[in-house]
């Protein structure tokens, strides 16, 4: 699974996406309380073979966040520059073969936090995207 994540974070570097959150891109936990950032964890990784091929069947998450104080087009951009970067994409993953990658799941809601953002605001508007992708050990 590191050469995965190695190759999502290469993939998210100079992004748009990674631009819309200056840079604020995280796995697992945020390292930061600002916002808007995304944080990416692996839901669930699956092994699956055949005679001679080894697949992993795996499940990403990723979450983004905004203060809702910065409204809904801060979301929506992120959540286009996330489906242009890594629904049904390729890219190079250090001994294994990516078959596919794409969106399966979307869900959304708003977080009102116990303590005021810089800006007074009190609500977080976060989205959780799922990605399902499988891999062929090379």
Known sequence: ?????????????????????????????????DYPRVVYSIISAVPDRTFSEHYHDVLIQFSLFSAKSAGMAVMTTMYADLISLFDECSFDIDGYTLIWMKEENLVTMTQILDSPLPDGSTGVILWAVDFSLTTLKS
Do not use: E, F
């Not at 993939?11 to 796995?27: A, E, F, I, N």
């Open 1 to 33: 699974m590191n050469a995965l994540l190695t190759a999502i974070s290469t993939k998210l570097t100079d992004s748009d996406l990674y631009g819309d959150v200056s840079g604020r891109v995280y796995l697992d936990q945020a390292d930061s309380p």
